[in-house]
């Protein structure tokens, strides 16, 4: 298969019925799970929320297991493409949803109509599909008026700081942990990460993201009126800036 090469300009276009049904075997929802822990069922639990929203549901990995926790999820993404695989991997696992919709954030809560809710997750370093300054101020204030006062954000992305400062070395334990699949930036500068994602059979595919840097997340969540910005480095709070593979944000609305 050749390598899908593909535009920044529209960021769920990017996954096409090939690629999507090849995601599941990226994810490895086995190690996956394992790595995880169980860390956001847990988050959203403690704080006291019982309607969650995935924005960035993909092909279903944590809006199904925070369903399976007894969280009342309603699954959304951009694409058509993964938001079916997401219903198709919840009927076959038994899993039922609050809701399931098409939304881009952008527009999310005026496509969500008058929901709110507890817990709002972008995960799976998804935010990074965005590539202006613009579109990302717009995305979060979509997700605050998406959640009720009191309502926690959880939402993940690639330590792109050590990458671009020291170059990528990823240990590959969690997110994106299945068995035989290669994935590494095939080019990174401050403006563009295109990660190239190789399978066992040979085909790939490549996606163009946004590095997100750390503070800049942080500095966006605050600005779209979140406080009490908290970050997680592969799950563990305190954690080493620089030694972690992917970054968890966790704030509320007040
Ligand atoms: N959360 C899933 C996971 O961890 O496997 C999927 C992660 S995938 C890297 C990013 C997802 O974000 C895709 O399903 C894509 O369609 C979705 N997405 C990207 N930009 C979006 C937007 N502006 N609005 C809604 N969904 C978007």
């Avoid at 369903?67 to 999820?73: D, E, H, P, Q, Y």
């Avoid at 527009?107 to 817990?119: N, P, S, V």
């Avoid at 995305?139 to 926690?152: D, S």
Wanted: net charge negative.
């Amino acid at each position: 298969m050749s390598i899908q090469n593909l535009d920044t300009g529209n960021q769920y276009g990017q996954y096409t019925t090939d690629f999507v049904d090849y995601w599941d075997d990226l994810v490895g929802w086995e190690g996956r799970t394992a790595s995880e822990g169980g860390f956001y069922e847990q988050l959203a639990k403690n704080a006291g929320a019982r309607e969650v929203a995935d924005v960035a549901c993909g092909t279903g990995f944590n809006a199904i297991n925070l369903a399976k926790s007894g969280l009342v999820v309603t699954a959304t993404d951009g694409s058509e493409n993964m938001l079916a695989k997401t219903r198709e991997n919840a009927r076959q696992m038994g899993v039922t949803f609050a809701h399931t919709q098409v939304a881009d954030w952008v527009k999310l809560d005026k496509q969500l109509g008058e929901q709110r809710f507890d817990a709002l997750v972008c995960l799976g370093n998804s935010f990074t599909h965005l590539f202006e300054h613009e579109a990302r101020r717009d995305a979060m204030e979509a997700f605050y008026k998406a959640l009720r006062p009191g309502g926690m954000i959880i939402l993940d992305h690639r330590n792109y700081d050590s990458m671009l400062d020291q170059g990528y070395n990823s240990k590959h334990q969690h997110y994106y942990t299945g068995k035989g699949v290669d994935a590494y930036p095939a080019e990174l500068n401050r403006y563009l990460a295109r990660f190239e994602y190789k399978f066992p059979d040979g085909a790939h595919f490549q996606l163009n993201m946004y590095p997100l840097r750390q503070d800049y997340v942080s500095h966006l969540l605050e600005d779209a009126g979140f406080i009490n910005v908290t970050r997680y480095g592969d799950f563990a709070k305190p954690y080493d800036r620089e030694n972690v593979d992917f970054v968890q944000q966790v704030a509320y609305r007040p």
